[in-house]
């Protein structure tokens, strides 16, 4: 039977559709960003967590949904329950289908997290930043000549001009300069993380995911290419579901209202 996911993130509703077996959730039948998604849901088999806000859409429903999965609830050894659940599933899922060996999983959402899981499966900290949109809109409200390049409403990437520079080359209007900075900025300290966690023999694979995922995806190849050895042994995979096929993993029990993986 078909199940919903839905995320509450910081600045929107995930949502996605899917089946979920005992192999796992496999694709995603449908997803969707935004208030309500266009397939039926059905309240009893809704799988849900928040990290942000519950908007009163979703509020109004939820008298007839399961409780939230929460931090606490998760599969994932020595994850302390401050731990965002967005994290949590994250990395319990990106865990789950790696090929054996520790995780690091990057979620370029609102906030830029990375979060690391061990290859014995267990929590081991991570790193949290603001992300793209987050940082360009802080340019642009604390500076008194610094231009607004993002869309308030949508806060949409393909709103911007960007053209990668190549390499040696410096951006020299404005614009460019910010957000090439910005994404340069977070591609490094992503590429720096996966370094050190290779070289200290911590992860052997990254997990990208999030809204800005595809965008930083790019420059981090890029700094890969020309960065450290060790960085360059660990495989690097996108999932845009991750956290949503990890809601979809979980399974209910019936009797005490627990999750197992
Ligand atoms: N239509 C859109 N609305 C919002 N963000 C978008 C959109 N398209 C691309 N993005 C990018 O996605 C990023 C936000 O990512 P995401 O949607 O994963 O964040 P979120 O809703 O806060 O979820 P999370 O809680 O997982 O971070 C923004 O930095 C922005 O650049
Ligand atoms: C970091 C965010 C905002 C990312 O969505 C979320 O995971 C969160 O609110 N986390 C709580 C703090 C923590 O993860 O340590
Ligand atoms: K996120």
């Not at 993130?9 to 039948?29: A, E, K, M, V, Y």
């Not at 990057?106 to 061990?118: E, I, K, P, R, S």
């Not at 340019?139 to 390499?167: D, E, G």
Request: hydrophobic letters at 45%; proline letters at 8%; glycine letters at 12%.
């Amino acid at each position: 039977m078909a199940v919903t996911a839905l995320l509450v993130g910081n600045s929107r509703l995930h949502w996605g559709l899917g089946t979920p077996q005992s192999s796992g959730p496999g694709p995603l039948l449908q997803h969707w960003d935004g208030d309500w998604p266009p397939w039926q849901v059905q309240p009893a088999t809704m799988r849900w967590a928040a990290v942000g806000l519950i908007p009163p859409s979703v509020e109004t429903r939820l008298g007839s949904w399961p409780p939230p999965v929460e931090t606490c609830q998760m599969p994932l050894a020595n994850c302390p329950a401050h731990v965002g659940v967005d994290r949590a599933l994250g990395g319990w899922q990106a865990f789950g289908c790696s090929a054996g060996g520790g995780v690091l999983v990057v979620d370029a959402g609102t906030a830029l997290t990375m979060t690391a899981v061990t290859s014995n499966g267990s929590f081991a900290g991570g790193r949290i930043l603001p992300g793209v949109a987050l940082q360009l809109e802080s340019l642009h409200q604390r500076t008194a000549s610094l231009p607004c390049v993002v869309s308030p409403q949508a806060r949409a990437w393909p709103t911007l001009p960007w053209n990668p520079a190549k390499p040696g080359f410096l951006a020299t209007d404005t614009v460019n300069a910010m957000v090439d900075g910005v994404i340069h900025g977070l591609s490094a300290a992503v590429v720096n993380t996966m370094a050190a966690l290779a070289t200290a023999a911590v992860v052997r694979e990254c997990w990208l995911t999030g809204g800005d995922a595809p965008l930083l995806q790019e420059a981090i190849h890029t700094q890969l290419a020309a960065g450290q050895l060790a960085s360059r042994e660990l495989a690097l995979h996108h999932d845009p579901h991750l956290v949503l096929k990890g809601l979809l993993r979980l399974r209910t029990r019936t009797d005490g209202g627990g999750l197992d993986a």
